[in-house]
């Protein structure tokens, strides 16, 4: 794997280019990936960056990895036989990034260093209209631009007081600093979601304290990670069908966990019943137990996987506390409990702005309306990709396009497929503007509510990022399953959108 490319005079901006993606994140690379074996060459990527990869590339705190099994969470196009584990370390994953961007022929249309600052669709004369991207790098014209700028690339940091005064080191998860050691220091992490349970336990080998802000308990089910054998990877690299018998077959088994996140159920007992006989297993105190037991239902909230992350709080070498944190007094982490804690180091594992993305204020379409305004109570797309009043608006992993119970990467490939399959027919058919009808996006966001209503992201009693709390509805999830997704986007590629597609 060679290293990340430079912006060089070679990769300068044109000044007009047909379709525009912003982010080479796995969004990014799915989507020119797909256009280029599609033939469609006219194609820059914008990456603010100097790498692909998105949030394989930010997220290099200790432990990071995916919970998703990792022949699973790879592209069907590009499977890998040569994973070390079942769940990959993060940095394999970027590692395979980088090599399907290259292989792809991604790479050389990315502009690294690239930010996109402002969008704004031009009305004009049939070959004038189109949008106007003003860059970090100089003005580009484009007719389709094409948002792939990440779900989980803004943090989202607590409005705690006194934290801009603390005088140690402040740490977002993501923008972890692989040069930094916290050996010896007394760390505090704040939050217990899925980066929390991934770092707790490497930071707790080397930490001289450190100490756990809970404001929910979050559900914990094994995880059983093991190295993959050398025979195992060898036999996947000569034998390709059998790495793509192995997706299948685990896409077939997360797809069985969507029914315990639908309704209440034999289904939903079982994983209940998983995470606490964990909890069990790994916490003997039964007033630490009681503390670790969450107050929701599961599924509400991302369930995690992990079996390092309760021993290294029974062990004592992470200590719980089992409030949120409400301030920061000098060199004291306060929290709600009234409990102070002397830190050196604040770690914030506590998530990202993923229901308000910042690129939304960047976004102008029709009679200069701001996307962000169009999605003040909530994002909105119809297939989960085109906005009304946005022509040649393409959103990939926006509004109800994630899931809770399989591959983020599955997703992101029925949508990429989806965003090609639309472009090209809108050129073979010489369509000016790909657009969709205001009352066509409020049938299916409507459709979509009526599907969400009565599933445990919405009646199991937490509060989650994947609901919005402006309007309560949820807005990242899809909720049906990812072979639902698969087939309704299929199926509308095939039909004319439900506007001007003049
Ligand atoms: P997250 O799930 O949004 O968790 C943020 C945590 O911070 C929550 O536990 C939240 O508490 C807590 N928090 C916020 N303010 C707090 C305060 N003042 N005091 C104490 N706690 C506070 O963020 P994340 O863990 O970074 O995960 C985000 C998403 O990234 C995941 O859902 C997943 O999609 C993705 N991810 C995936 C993997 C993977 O392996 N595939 C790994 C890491 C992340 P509440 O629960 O009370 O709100």
Redesign the pocket.
Known sequence: MTGPVAPSPSHTLPAVVDTVVVGAGIGGIAVASGLLRAGHRDLVVLERADDVGGTWRDNVYPGV????PARLYAFSFRPNPDWSRRFAPGAEIQAYLQGVARAEGVTPHVRFGTELLDARWHEGPEDAAGWVLTTSRGVVRCRSLVLAAGR?SEPRL?A?PGLDRFPGTVVH?SAWDPTTSVAGARVAV???????V?LVPHVAVEAARTVV????A?YVVPRNDEAVPTTEREHAAADPAFLARERATLFDQAEAGHVARRAPGAARDALRRLALDHLAAQVPDPAMRRALTPDHEIGC??VLLSDDYYPALASGRAVLESS???AVDDTEAVADSGRRHPVDVIVL????AATDPPVARRVRGRDGLLLADHWGGGMTAWATTLVAGFPDLFVVDGPNAALGHNSAVDMIETQARFVVAVLRRARADGARTVEVDADAERRWTADLDAMAAGTVWLTGGC?S?YVDERSGRLTLLWPGTARAFRRTLERLATQPLPGRAA
């Open positions: 990895a995916c919970d998703i989980l607590p705690v998860s704040i939050g217990t979601g899925a980066s929390a991934q802000f809970q404001r929910s979050p909230k991302r949120a944190l409400v594992a506590t998530g990202f509060r990022w």
